[in-house]
Every structure is written in C-alpha cells, then in structure tokens.
C-alpha cells in the first residue's frame, strides 16, 4: 500500500490495540496498558529517545511561552522519570556544559547530560535550602510537575495538587531572578483561579495553558506566570499592603 493511502497509520498497525487480561492485572492496570500501547505521544517518546511523553508537554510550553533562553538555569521539581528535563538541557545547553538544570523527585532517576538529579521531598522543611545549595544561584525557571497521590475523590485531589502548586510558586518567588518564569501542574476545579490571583501579584503575565500532549480526558492544566517582578518588588509591595492596614 501507498503512503498516499495508509491512512496516516505508521508500521501497517490499522487497529487499535487491545489488551487481554491475564488474571494478573487488575482491570485499571490492563486500561492503563491499552492506552499506552495506543497513545502517539508514547510511541513517539520512544522514536526520539526522551524518557516519557511528558516531553512533547514541556516542548510545546516552551515554543508558545519561550521559557528555555541558552545558558539560563532550570529547577525542575517532580522531575521522575527526566523528560522535561531532558528537554531543558537540550534548550539551555547544560548537555554542553552551558547553563545549569536541576530535578529532584522522590524516586531514582537514570542520568541524563546536563543535569544534576537528587532524591528529595520537597514537603520537607530543609528541601528548599538544598534545592538553593544544588542552584548555586538564581534561577530563570521553576517548574513543576508534583502531583500527590490521588484519593478518586476530585475535589480532594484538587485541592491537594493546588497546595503542592501554591508551595512550589513560593519556592519559585525566592530563587528566580527577575523576568523568571514559574510553570506548575493543576487540575481544573475552581480554586486554580485563586493560584492564579496570587501569582499575578508578583508576575507580569499568568495564564493557564493544556498542551495537546495532555490526555483530552485529563483535567490537568498548567499554570505558566512569565516576567517575574523580582523579590525586592515583592517586599516594597508587602510593606505597602501593610501601612494599609
């Protein structure tokens, strides 16, 4: 058959793969298989060697908002398993010795060039001082991708990511040098529009944004705040609202 007349289906595959229970898996864990097997994203992850699918996220986030300048300094937190930073490396030029990248996860991650990985919880209280002492700096983006494990219960679930995203942009606030950027994973419920007033106070422009890479029946958005105002700004704003009182 042509290419013409392929039906823009790669390797002959013309159906969609299913997979049989085996008495092993549970019913969640052989859905989880079948759309893995049948999800683009994954298949072309492993065509071009990045670690996960999360990858083509990062890629698109990065085209619409030009977060990734050469040389700039990336902190990546729920890094596991490397692919957004994998990706910032690339576009910083850590894997070339220019620039810098860091991740911290709870789990091991296999090395990558160009970055330096740690095996952290970011909860706990003495996190951010490492995580400064790994930067040796300010940064130029903060990103993060945590999310804690889901309960089934949505508004739970929702409101424990946006706590997580909430800590995370405090994190952001102390290292990023001004005109930074701060990108952090939610999920729609409401009270991601109370992150968003918050941020906007200390950054020029915040937005949500769903990358085509995002599974369609996700309900996972980011958060993605440019220009950020610096830490000085912040602290003058702080003792203004003050003498207001």
Known sequence: MSAENSSGREGGRSLKQRVKSNG?????????????????????????????????????????????????RIVDLGAAPGGWAQVAA???????????????????????????????DFLLDDAPDRLKAMLGGEADVVMSDMAANTTGHKKTDHLKIVAIAELAGEFAREVLAPGGAFLAKVLQGGTEGELLNNLKRDFAAVRHYKPAASRPDSAELYVVATGYRGAKNRAQDDRENESDV
């Open 90 to 120: 690339k576009a910083v030029g850590s894997d070339k010795g220019r620039g810098k990248v860091i991740g911290i996860d709870l789990l091991e991650i296999e090395p990558i060039a160009g970055v330096d990985f740690e095996v952290m």
């Open 24 to 72: 092993k898996r549970t019913i969640s864990q052989t859905r989880w298989l079948e759309r893995q097997l049948n999800d683009p994203f994954v298949a072309r992850a492993k065509r071009e060697g990045y670690r996960s699918r999360a990858a083509f996220k990062i890629i698109e986030i990065n085209e619409k908002f030009k977060l990734f300048k050469p040389h700039g």
